[in-house]
């Protein structure tokens, strides 16, 4: 296909989507329930195109639909909704629990989230120790099978796609196993050398982790005293954030 068709295809979905969203915006507080002429009348779109569009967007999931013919928000919106302040809740409420964790270890903390078969690092906490981690960023990507927080989501998350990344040549089930046994994962230098990372599952309301904290730094101020006191200060601190979770359901 010559590459101006292929442009000009693309320029109408774009379009496409543009138009559905204003479609879905056009709802708000006193206009909860709409017919395709009134949706019209508020974005400017032909109505043969808001019928077209809201009946796609039914399908979806996004919106729903009246016997009268009128359109409202759907519940896969709600659902992507309630996710995001979910997500919202989880970095208001980590930041002073890293914060103190941070503090106790003098060591740099991190919170990660699972997205499909990766981990991102949502937030960190950097600690007091004269030299400290600059390779692990807010925003950054792991696959899930690096890490100790990724160690994590493979030890307690019971996601089809984190079941499949658990038949990986890269991932050790008998760390697996062992991170399942002791409520948190170890990593001594095997994600990079040099360095030493400790991470605990974050639970919500439900029975699959929502994140997990993670303690870093290098690993020869690891010695066996601050590896069980950074242990117990942070399954203390995701039990702080788990319990914190529950509550703001």
Known sequence: MPSDDLEHQDRQSVGSVVKASAVLNSFDR?????????????????????????????????????????FGIGLE??????????????????????EKLSVESKEGTYLFVRNKARTICIDRFMGSEPVQLST????????LTFGSASMVFLA??????????????????????????????????EAAPGIFALSAPVYGSGQNPVAAISVAGLAPRFVEEKVEAVREALLAACAELSETLLLNR
């Open 30 to 70: 006193t206009r909860t329930w709409q017919s395709i002429a009134e949706i019209s009348a508020v974005t400017g779109i032909h109505r043969t195109t808001v019928y077209r569009l809201a009946r796609t967007l039914q399908d979806l999931g996004w919106l729903t639909s009246r016997s009268d013919g009128r």
């Open 77 to 98: 919106l709600l659902r992507l909704g309630s996710l995001s302040a979910e997500q919202i809740t989880l970095n208001h409420s980590a930041r002073p629990v890293l």
């Open 136 to 143: 692990i960023r807010v925003g950054q990507s792991l696959p």
């Open 156 to 189: 307690f998350d019971d996601d089809p796609v984190v079941k499949e990344a658990l038949g990986s040549p890269r991932v050790d089930l008998a760390r697996v196993e062992q991170t399942r046994s002791t409520g948190y994962a170890l990593n001594r230098e």
